[in-house]
């Protein structure tokens, strides 16, 4: 079963420093037919301005993964981390039994384009946690990269939940595949350029449920950028 989510058809916070592009609900943009999916809970697709950013503010009893797809974004927490989030960089955050963190935009010319995703965590109350780490064009070029996964399988960020997160970089004609187990589902989001998941034709911003079906088929149709959650 493939049911497809238009980008066009997100939610939409706009606060002129923020674009903000919300696949699930989120702040007052509230959808009780795209409220989550399985174990993932935000995909929020950010372009914020020169300058700008979000001051400090709570989290709790979440896995929060940032992908930036161009720019950079300066981070600090009360953890003691202050770091600077580029391009082809993830981040991961357990913010567990609570923390404080700010984002913003350091360039005074380039924005900052950038994913924000959420994934529940196993259970609550785990010690918060930090993890940042660059995985390379090459490395995604034509081919799934784990960059999330409980174990850390092949370098990837831990996060606490049965889930598992990939990034491939398409060029046009270009196609990877990846299986499903029975019982588990996939969550493809195109984060830029153009693709066809298993048949359907997705643009930036569209993503596709994937369930009830043997493996997930992406071909690039241009080049593209393109995550999928491998969920239970």
Known sequence: MLTI????DRGVSDFGWLDSRHTFSFGDYFDPKHHQFRTLRVINDDRVAPGGGF????HRDMEILTCVLSGQ????DSMGNGEVIRAGEWQVMTAG???????FNPSDTEPVHLLQIWVF????????SYGQKLFTDAEKAGKWRLVASPDAADGALPIHQDARVYQTKLARGQA???ELRPGRAAF????????????????AGDAIAVEEEAAVTVTGDETADVLLFDLK
């Open 176 to 178: 990877v595949a990846h």
């Open 121 to 128: 965590p196993d259970r609550r109350g785990h010690t918060p």
């Open 73 to 76: 974004l300066e981070h600090r």
């Open 188 to 203: 493809v989001h195109v984060a830029t350029g153009a693709a066809t998941v298993n048949g359907q034709k997705l643009t």
């Open 55 to 58: 001051p400090t503010h709570p």
């Open 5 to 8: 989510r238009k980008g066009a």
């Open 97 to 103: 039994t609570g923390i404080t963190h700010s984002e």
